[in-house]
């Protein structure tokens, strides 16, 4: 069974993460042995320069990319040994994505790219109530009024407020954010974070947050910071578990 | 997932992709359909012509069985026997000369003894207000004659004037309209002239062994059961030698005309799906490049492989099906447009109907197309992974589909061969139309595959344009391979149509003349050989006159078993389909080439031997020692082989597939042939001194035959070419799709280039150079591919000798240039038109 999160309080754990992609230019050491430990329930700040790895490290716990060397265990799983398909399904059932360009479906209106990740459930119930919940997942965002409404109909906050009832609707065990106000306005990014910590608090989402603003960063329990492939700093955050 | 859920779930993500609308789609609709529209048209419009001979065929039959005899009539026994069964109605027909009573001009016609009861079926139209029995009749002493207009400018005549067919005169009473059962004769050598048939003893032409066909028209009285009356008058008379056909078989010589003519014009349809798959697939391929992002965001979302798959899989197969849809029902009106352009060249109405079975089958093939050309960058699409989405600014992903997708691709084109082959008239020249097109497609392809490779090797140069433009050549994303591709097939389809053409031509026009005779003497009678033989012995000039007797019969069994009964090649088939001219001789003559057996000894006058035909002998499956049966004016002979020629029919020569040896023929009714060689300026000459002397006596000019001939051909081939433009159409579609694509890429490289400081001059021609450099390698694969399928058809199918011809070939190489460069100049001066501002700020 790989939907479970294992008995223990460890949501993701790397232990000596290395990644290295080969491109024309020669190899690139991306990861260069991360150790890190996120429990049940807790949110973690990832900061850090450009190209440090922070997208990477996350994607490597969402079984996007698969490490060079070391340990990866999500949702207490152990991601090697996982076919491309069966690493789809395991995100499907364990992880929700908020990412930095929103990426919605350009063809599905807003209600559609919410309810998508409960279409591509195995229950059939919770297909069926597909698209209920996502109305209500959209109300619970805000957008109760924009249902029909296309991506290229909405603005950027509005956009990435549907990316996040997505992200949440089928209540995932990590939310993986990924520079979720990097493309919005001081204003509209505020109320995207505002709603990712009131769903995650909520739902009780482990969350793995990337930001460069290391104020966003502080509001998480835990604030990492990784530079040049390796995590040089980690430190207590402004969260109720910090 | 449950699979039902999976296929329903595809298929609702499927038709929610599609809300974008059709944009970069519309190319891959419109080459399916041009594709469909082809194949689904021209076989509609050969249903619709065999439909409409089937269903005159009554009419084109001229009752409901018709018998022809060779040579002499029916006796008065089995016309007793046919009057019996229903009404009989007899129709003469004869080559003759006629010949101008006052102006001395003389022309090969095909004359028509008609009774009074012509024609059974359906009406004669005729121009001058007569009804045909008044037309045909005895008026003052002459009788009546109507004819075509092709005899009035041939012997200078006009309507109500005389003319004289052997020793009988005639007035031209009325113009021939419409001849109901006339069958489109293409190898007609003379307009035709219709008598009554009581006026033809008075020509003198009735002669025994001459080559008069009688026909015996039966309208039978109990229409249900004419297999059975058949069956009946073959017992009754089961050596009368009569060839025999009813409804079924009313026009068995147009109708295989016409397989032929479609199985052509198929293969071009089929050249152009084939060029629009490479459009399919380059559209899939792009649209799916777009898709990189949603595709990434689904499997991050859970999606797995096979719900991609088969979710791109469905929306590219509605959109098929829409561009089939579209080319079925183009196709579908192809009879109705048909029988508007045709309707007065054939000697049928077109049946204007619905064809199902051919409009499935282009559908079939468009289907087919699409899954082999689709399914691989559909893979490719599946096997996208999901980090694509962060990735891809680090590492591009080199996206490897699995392996089982090149079987599906295989199995693909294997079907699609095997759908050519089995559905075709002629498997043997469907396979090797199929070989061709692999072969082509992969010379094609490793084309573009050099010059990318030396494009990459090249890149270094001097000048800035030159490597630009070899740069542009090789870089992903580059419209090399679709460019070679497309235009390569459709311009490799025109240079071998022009280099079959132009070789039928030399062969007709330079070669065969040298080695032919310049007229064919038929006819001429046992008691007129003497002085024939005197006349052109003493006529100065003549460089060579053969005579010899001929006579007909027909095949009717082979090494003791009835033709039915024996598989004969396809290339053999003709020799059994009629009479066939027969003739003997004592020696063999000058040039004969005896491949297996030997000759009869000089003076042999025993049992019936005959020397065949080797290549006939190989297509029956016999050879020396075996018998061929002939029924020779209604009497069997059984004849044994003991030689096999080789014969070269193209040479024109005097020769016969099959010569009986002395002591068989001598005693049948038979004329003579002969044929002479003099100077082309002696022609004219001539004929009008063996016209004057022997009036029964029909003259072939085989330079006019030839001439006919070459315009026959010439028609077929502007036919073909007319169609093979819908190839070089879908090959410009998928040309203007490939360089549509990579338009965005070509605009920011001209405006980037820009900032940088080249001048508009140094863009525009650095782009041009690289469509010229394109356009050239693509005309010369193309020459290479096209020469080489005419040399196959010329060498291998039609047997003539192969000459290359430059000129075509050069001119496609030009053609393909202009072409690239043309579509490249568009697409690159909107680019050169678009400001650098918006561009990068957007960047």
């Known amino acids: 069974m790989i939907t479970n999160l294992s008995d223990d309080l460890s949501a993701m754990s790397l232990e000596g993460v290395h990644l290295t992609l080969t491109s024309e230019a020669g190899d690139v050491n991306i990861l260069r042995g991360v150790d890190l430990s996120v429990t049940v329930g807790e949110a973690v700040g990832i900061v850090g320069p450009s190209g440090g790895g922070k997208s990477t490290m996350m994607m490597v716990i969402a079984g996007l990319e698969r490490a060079s060397f070391g340990t990866v265990k999500t949702a207490g799983i152990d991601l090697a040994h996982l076919t491309e398909d069966a690493l789809a399904l395991f995100r499907r059932d364990n992880i929700g994505i908020v990412f930095q360009d929103f990426h919605l479906f350009p063809t599905m209106t807003a209600l559609e790219n919410v309810a998508i990740p409960l279409e591509l459930a195995e229950n059939p119930d919770t297909r ?34 549907v990316a996040v009832a997505r992200a949440f609707i089928s209540s995932p065990k990590i939310l993986l954010a990924d520079e979720p106000t990097g493309n919005l306005d001081g204003e509209t990014g505020k109320i995207i974070v505002d709603l990712l910590f009131d769903l995650h608090e909520r739902v009780g989402t482990t969350m793995l947050l990337i930001s460069h603003d290391q104020t966003l960063a502080t509001r998480c329990d835990r604030v990492v910071t990784l530079a040049d492939g390796r995590i040089v700093d980690e430190h207590l955050g402004e969260g109720p578990r910090g | 997932m449950e699979m039902s859920y999976r296929f329903k779930l595809a298929f609702k993500l499927a038709l929610r992709e599609m809300r974008a609308g059709l944009k970069g789609f519309r190319i891959f609709i419109a080459c399916l359909a041009l594709g469909v529209a082809a194949i689904g048209g021209v076989g509609s419009l050969s249903e619709a012509i065999k439909g409409g001979l089937e269903k005159d065929a009554r009419r084109l039959l001229g009752g409901d069985v018709a018998l022809r005899l060779t040579h002499m009539p029916a006796t008065s026994k089995q016309k007793i026997y046919l009057a019996k069964s229903g009404i009989l109605s007899e129709v003469v027909e004869m080559r003759a000369m006629a010949h101008s009573v006052a102006k001395k001009k003389r022309t090969l016609v095909e004359l028509k003894g008609v009774d009074e009861l012509y024609p059974l079926v359906g009406k004669i139209e005729i121009g001058g207000d007569k009804s045909l029995k008044k037309a045909l009749s005895r008026q003052g002493g002459v009788w009546g004659a109507i004819v075509e207009t092709g005899v009035f400018p041939k012997l200078g005549l006009e309507l109500g004037d005389h003319l004289r067919v052997g020793e009988a005169e005639f007035a031209i009473t009325g113009i021939i309209l419409k001849e109901p059962d006339r069958i489109a ?14 006026s033809l003893p008075e020509t003198g032409l009735i002669q025994p062994g001459s080559q008069i066909r009688f026909h015996y028209r039966v309208l039978l009285r109990d229409t249900g059961r004419i297999g059975d009356w058949i069956e009946g008058l073959k017992l009754e008379f089961p050596s009368a030698g009569w060839r025999i056909r009813s409804l079924e078989q009313a026009t068995p010589g147009l109708k295989r005309f016409i397989d032929y003519i ?28 777009g898709k990189v992002g949603a595709i990434a965001i689904s499997k991050c979302l859970g999606a797995s492989g096979n719900l991609i798959f088969f979710t791109y899989f469905m929306q590219l197969f509605i959109l098929a099906g829409i561009g089939i849809v579209i080319g079925t029902c183009a196709g579908a009106l192809l009879p109705a447009v048909g029988a508007w352009v045709f309707n007065d060249m054939l000697p049928v109405k077109i049946l204007i109907d619905f064809f199902p079975l051919q409009l499935l089958m282009a559908a079939l093939f468009g289907i087919l197309i699409t899954f082999t050309f689709a399914i691989w960058p559909i893979a490719r699409a599946r096997a996208i992974p999901a980090a694509s989405l962060f990735r891809d600014k680090v590492a591009p992903s080199n996206v490897k589909p699995e392996k089982v997708y090149i079987l599906y691709t295989i199995f693909g084109g294997v079907a699609l061969s095997a759908m050519t082959i089995l ?19 992969l010379l094609l392809s490793l084309c573009a ?10 890149k270094k140069q001097r000048s800035t344009k030159l490597s630009l433009a070899l740069n542009n050549l090789h870089r992903p994303g580059a419209s090399t391979n679709s460019v070679v591709l497309s235009l390569g097939l459709g311009l490799a389809v025109l240079v071998a149509i ?58 009717v069994k082979i090494a003791g078993k009835t033709v039915g009964e024996v598989k004969i090649a396809t290339g053999a088939k003709w020799a059994v389909r009629g009479d066939r001219a027969l003739t003997y001789t004592a020696t063999p003559s000058e040039g004969t080439k005896i491949v297996a057996g030997k000759w009869w000894p000089p003076d042999y006058t025993g ?19 075996d018998t061929l049966t002939l029924n020779i004016l209604g009497k069997e002979i059984e004849a044994k082989i003991t030689s096999l020629r080789e014969i070269d029919w193209r040479s024109l020569r005097f020769d016969f597939a099959i010569i009986f040896a002395p002591g068989t023929l001598e005693r049948a009714p038979h004329s003579y042939l002969a044929a002479i060689q003099l100077p082309e300026r002696l022609e004219a000459k001539i004929e009008r001194t063996v016209g004057d002397n022997f009036k029964n006596v029909s003259i072939i000019r085989v330079r006019e035959a030839l001439k006919s001939a070459a315009n026959i051909l010439a028609g077929i081939g502007d036919a073909v070419r007319g169609i093979s433009i819908v190839t070089i159409l ?43 450099i394109l356009g050239a390698a693509t005309g010369l694969t193309a020459a290479v591919i096209g020469t080489v399928a005419a040399w196959g058809v010329a060498s291998l199918l039609m047997g003539i000798p192969w000459y290359f011809e430059i000129l075509p070939v050069l001119g496609t190489i030009l053609l393909c240039i202009f072409v690239t460069l043309v579509a490249g100049f568009y697409g690159t001066w909107r680019a050169m038109g678009q400001k650098a501002s918006p561009l990068l700020r957007n960047e």
């Open chain 2, 730 to 772: 879908s090959g410009l579609l998928v040309l203007a799709g490939a360089i549509s694509a990579g338009r965005k890429r070509r605009i920011y490289d001209a405006v980037v280039l820009k900032v940088l400081g080249a001048t508009r001059t140094v863009v525009l021609q650095a782009f041009l150079l690289e469509y010229c």
């Open chain 2, 423 to 441: 559905f075709s008239v002629d498997r043997r020249f469907s396979m090797w139309f199929v070989i061709g097109a692999v072969g082509s497609l």
């Open chain 2, 262 to 289: 479609t199985l052509f014009l198929t293969f071009v349809g089929l050249t152009t799906l084939l060029v629009g798959g490479i459009g399919v697939s380059n559209a899939v391929g792009s649209y799916l490049e």
């Open chain 2, 498 to 555: 022009a280099l079959i053409e132009s070789n039928l031509t030399r062969q007709v026009d330079d070669q065969l003349p040298d080695m032919a005779p310049a007229f064919f003497f038929i006819d001429i009678q046992p008691n007129q050989v003497a002085s024939f033989d005197k006349v052109v012995g003493e006529f100065k000039g003549v460089t060579k006159h053969r005579r010899v007797p001929s006579l007909r019969g027909r095949i």
């Open chain 2, 185 to 198: 004769n293409l190898w007609s050598l003379g307009p035709r002239i219709m008598v009554s048939s009581a």
């Open chain 1, 128 to 161: 069926n109530n597909a698209f209920d919940r996502a109305k209500e997942q959209l109300f619970s965002v805000g957008l109760g009024d924009r249902l029909l409404h296309y991506p290229s109909q909405l603005s950027g906050g509005e956009q990435q407020r």
């Open chain 2, 449 to 458: 595959m050099f010059l990318k490779w030396g494009a990459k090797r090249l």
């Open chain 2, 607 to 625: 049992k019936p031997l005959i020397s065949l035909d080797a290549n006939l002998a190989k297509g029956f499956g016999v050879d020396i020692g």
